[in-house]
């Protein structure tokens, strides 16, 4: 498939793939042209890389993280994986504390021992 079309089927631009095909993370083959060639495989690989983007992994992680073998590959996992529960932890607090604000019947949220529990918490974890 030609890069075009590969950039296409991803809804990426075409400098993206080049990009990626430079730093390493996924190399399509080469037509005697020069022109890049991307199978099935690859773009197999692209919608990894793609999912892996989207939870917020950088692309020198992922070109790590697709070979099972390369080493620190469960460590980069493991640590996004910390960063992800600590983002959870981070809005099930904020959640909590706009789900009270709604029912707060106190004339400043200032007063509240609820809110002013909320806002000294969140202070302390930035």
Same mark, same amino acid.
């Given at each position: *498939? ?5 950039? %296409?089927?991803?809804?990426? !631009? &075409? ?5 990626? =095909? =430079? ?19 690859? *773009?197999?690989? #692209? ?5 892996? %983007? ?7 992680? /992922?070109?790590? /993280?697709?070979?099972?073998?390369? !080493?620190?590959?469960?460590? /980069?996992?493991?640590? @996004? #994986?910390?960063? /992800?529960?600590? %983002? %959870?932890? @981070? ?13 707060? &019947?106190? =004339?400043?949220? &200032?007063?509240? !021992? ?13």
């Amino acid at each position: *498939m030609k890069i075009g079309d590969a950039a %296409q089927e991803l809804g990426v !631009p &075409t400098h993206v793939l080049r990009h990626w =095909d =430079d730093v390493g993370v996924v190399v399509p083959a080469r037509v005697p042209s020069g022109h890049r060639d991307y199978s099935e495989e690859h *773009m197999y690989r #692209l919608r990894v890389v793609r999912a892996c %983007q989207a939870v917020g992994i950088s692309l020198a992680d /992922i070109r790590l /993280i697709l070979h099972r073998d390369e !080493p620190g590959r469960t460590v /980069i996992i493991e640590a @996004q #994986l910390a960063r /992800i529960r600590a %983002q %959870q932890a @981070q809005l099930e607090g904020a959640e909590r504390f706009l789900v009270h604000v709604v029912s707060c &019947t106190h =004339d400043l949220l &200032t007063r509240c !021992p609820h809110c002013s529990e909320y806002s000294t918490a969140s202070r302390a974890s930035t």
